[in-house]
């Protein structure tokens, strides 16, 4: 029985390994893009606008909660878990939603309210 069990735990400890490096290698390559974004972004005539950090740090947030449900769902135990952590996930992602719309929304009313006043006044 012990040796049938062997191949699985290998294949699994292999798995693991791999799922890290995938890890390692997404969070190196989203690092780097967000260093580039900055650097554009700081040349940029946008760059010292409110939405625009709100914005970058979004972003910024929602990668690092999509790597932590990444590694969270590679180490979940059972399906309970699996259930537990896809849960949280998207109330996480459905907050950042409603976030997201009020920064719109806001900035499409400031952008309205400009022009009306710019044209009026």
């Known amino acids: ?6 191949p699985v735990e290998e294949m699994s400890t292999t798995m693991e390994k791999a799922t890290e490096k995938v890890m390692e290698q ?7 893009y967000f260093e580039w974004l900055q650097k554009t972004m700081s040349g940029s005539q946008w760059a010292d606008n409110e939405l625009t950090k709100k914005l970058i740090s979004n972003w910024e947030q929602n990668i690092a909660t999509t790597q932590l449900y990444v590694q ?43 022009r009306m006043y710019g044209v009026l006044g």
Do not use: P, W
């Open 72 to 114: 969270q769902i590679s180490q979940a135990r059972d399906i309970q878990d699996v259930m537990k952590i896809q849960t949280d996930f998207v109330q996480a992602k459905m907050a950042t939603f409603a976030e997201l719309g009020e920064i719109y929304v806001s900035a499409l009313r400031g952008a309205a309210g400009a």
């Open 1 to 6: 029985m012990a040796t049938q069990l062997k």
């Open 26 to 32: 997404s969070q190196n390559a989203m690092q780097n």
